[in-house]
């Protein structure tokens, strides 16, 4: 299995653009989560679905943020305008309820909003 | 509610000695609890896993962790660290909510 699939890896982008974070799950998982991690707050869950529907968005920070999953293998994550407080590195992970819920990571999209 | 403590944001070790990671959790029963290790640049990588039976588990590049139900620890530990072990570990807990809360883990630093 090609483990979780993320694009880019690095996105470098102005203050007011939009930016669309990518994530191809592992095949079979039905859960999938969005991070966010930064020195200061260390690794924050966004959102996570369950069978494609948004379960808990909860940790989204505010309403320039967007996430979607049209279908099982594939999400989304929208800021739309970034800012550069929006800057850190984007995890996107998938796990089975089947296995006990142990998460699988994506390698990560450093963004980096000037 | 779950949560998860780490101690210690650093820990730093010289090569060949033996490691201990701390990692304690807050969940009326018996949770499952993970340990993970994210290299530099990397995403996370699922070390070892408990869920129940043998308190003591073995995970992947030689790392093992002991579930202590009196403490409320799940501890990582190595007998000898190789410098390639350098990386961040984080600890995580998962109780009755589908998903698991993630320590702010633990910075580990090896001295050649």
């Known amino acids: 299995d090609a483990g979780v699939i993320q694009s880019p890896r690095h996105e470098v982008t102005e203050m007011g653009q939009e930016v669309t974070l990518r994530c191809k799950p592992i095949?079979?998982?039905?859960?999938l989560f969005w991070y966010r991690q930064t020195m200061m707050r260390g690794l924050e869950l966004l959102i996570y679905?369950?069978?494609?529907?948004?379960?808990?968005d909860s940790g989204m920070p505010e309403d320039r943020f967007s996430a979607k999953m049209p279908n099982a293998s594939f999400s989304t994550l929208k800021i739309q305008p970034s800012e550069p407080r929006d800057s850190a590195v984007y995890f996107c992970?998938?796990?089975?309820?089947?296995?006990?819920?142990?998460?699988?990571f994506g390698p990560g999209t450093r963004l980096t909003v000037t | 509610a779950q949560s998860v403590t780490q101690p210690d944001i650093h820990i730093t070790v010289s090569e060949g000695a033996s490691l201990e990671l701390r990692c304690n959790y807050s969940?009326?029963?018996?949770?499952?609890l993970f340990w993970y290790v994210q290299s530099p640049g990397q995403g996370l990588q699922l070390l070892l896993k408990?869920?129940?039976?043998?308190?003591l588990v073995q995970g992947i590049k030689g790392f093992e962790a002991e579930f202590k139900r009196s403490q409320s620890s799940f501890n990582l530990r190595k007998p000898s660290v190789h410098w390639s072990d350098a990386a961040e570990y984080f600890c995580?807990?998962?109780?009755?909510?589908?998903?698991?809360?993630f320590g702010r883990g633990t910075s580990l630093i090896v001295h050649p």
């Open positions: 992970a998938s796990s089975s309820g089947a296995a006990a819920y142990e998460q699988y």
């Open positions: 408990y869920f129940s039976g043998d308190t």
């Open positions: 679905f369950n069978n494609n529907v948004p379960i808990d």
């Open positions: 995580a807990v998962k109780g009755g909510s589908y998903i698991p809360t």
């Open positions: 095949s079979g998982h039905d859960y």
């Open positions: 969940y009326g029963a018996t949770p499952y």
